[in-house]
């Protein structure tokens, strides 16, 4: 059974850059297998932020494309996500999950609070 | 943006009830609808899929239906177990999330 774990940092400045990493045991990164983050708000509940294939595919949300950047190290069995330009609206618990191949949200980590304030 | 809009928010009931919640996509989304269960401080599970697909090791007393625009979910006699909040999500086109439906003790 896969694990995927998150981490990163819990406080990030407004205007700053939120950085976060999903390592992946149990299973190779290189599998056929898609990745994702997905945030959680008490605002704005469950959305998708991006998702990624080790073959380098990316598919991003409209809505936060111009901030997300995805991206996969086969080397250290990880990927990460980084979120641009952060205001007090990116605070959430962020997943990193595991695409199932019917490309549903089928594996995920525990989350990670992230909180962006001054 | 497909927008997806489930009710109710919140649902009261008791051990043994049949409980339905739906979920409305703004536009077709064929069968491309997964349903997630969630519980405080957890992260979401996956009970079904492509609309009434039961993921493996989800009990059979959870069903879903629909497609195109409406969709259920039902579960025939709740358990103690079952009292979290569930979403819907469709994956046609991106991916977007129901605002969810708690299912609480009556």
């Known amino acids: 059974q896969v694990q995927l774990q998150e981490s990163g940092p819990g406080l990030v400045k407004p205007s700053g850059t939120l950085s976060l990493t999903c390592v992946v045991s149990?299973?190779?990164?290189?599998?056929?297998?898609?990745w994702s983050w997905v945030r959680q708000s008490p605002g704005k509940g469950l959305e998708w932020i991006a998702e990624?294939?080790?073959?380098?595919?990316?598919n991003r949300n409209p809505s936060l494309k111009s901030r997300v950047t995805i991206s996969v190290d086969k080397s250290k069995n990880q990927f990460s996500l980084t979120l641009s330009s952060v205001t007090a609206a990116d605070t959430a618990v962020y997943y990193c999950?595991?695409?199932?191949?019917?490309?549903?949200?089928?594996?995920w980590g525990q989350g990670t609070l992230v909180i962006v304030s001054s | 943006d497909t927008q997806m809009t489930q009710s109710p928010s919140t649902l009261s009931a008791s051990v043994g009830d049949r409980v339905t919640i739906t979920c409305r996509a703004s536009?077709?989304?064929?069968?491309?609808l997964a349903w997630y269960q969630q519980k405080p401080g957890k992260a979401p599970k996956l009970l079904i899929y492509?609309?009434?697909s039961l993921q493996s090791g989800v009990p059979s007393r959870f069903s879903g239906s629909g497609s195109g625009t409406e969709f259920t979910l039902t579960i025939s006699s709740l358990q103690p177990d079952d009292f979290a909040t569930y979403y819907c999500?469709?994956?046609?086109?991106?991916?977007?999330f129901g605002q969810g439906t708690k299912v609480e003790i009556k």
């Open positions: 999950a595991r695409l199932t191949t019917t490309m549903v949200l089928g594996d």
């Open positions: 149990g299973g190779s990164i290189s599998s056929s297998n898609w």
């Open positions: 990624i294939h080790h073959s380098g595919s990316i």
């Open positions: 536009q077709s989304i064929s069968s491309y």
């Open positions: 492509k609309a009434s």
């Open positions: 999500q469709q994956y046609n086109r991106y991916r977007t």
